[in-house]
Nanobody, 115 residues
Framework: QVQLVESGGGLVQPGGSLRLTCTVS????????MGWYRQAPGKQRELVAT???????NYADSVKGRFAISRDNAKKTVYLQMNSLKPEDTAVYYC?????????WGQGTQVTVSS
């Protein structure tokens, strides 16, 4: 069974930075699109950023210019560099990987932006 493991979350002050990492394991298949989503308390899960296997990126308007998604296909890993963090970025961040047209999700990592 495919496994996605996220890391890098934590508590940071407004204006600070964090880098999230998600590694896919237990599969020898090619990974198509990868992405990061987030869910704040009482809200629906929303897209943060996605990246294709070829490196084409897409961002939510709320994070453009502050967040950067990247991936290392050889390591089956996707990253999310988050800069200029705001309290409204507080959420559980989930990694998603599309493998053979099936979406696979990680367990989530908490990001809290607070002074």
């Amino acid at each position: 069974q495919v496994q996605l493991v996220e890391s890098g979350g934590g508590l940071v002050q407004p204006g600070g930075s964090l880098r999230l990492t998600c590694t896919v394991s237990r599969t020898f298949l090619s990974i198509n699109d990868m992405g990061w989503y987030r869910q704040a308390p009482g809200k629906q899960r929303e897209l943060v950023a996605t990246i294709t296997s070829g490196g084409i990126t897409n961002y939510a308007d709320s994070v453009k210019g502050r967040f950067a998604i990247s991936r290392d296909n050889a390591k089956k890993t996707v990253y999310l560099q988050m800069n200029s963090l705001k309290p409204e970025d507080t959420a559980v961040y989930y990694c998603k990987a599309n493998i053979l047209f099936s979406d696979n999700w990680g367990q989530g990592t908490q990001v809290t932006v607070s002074s």
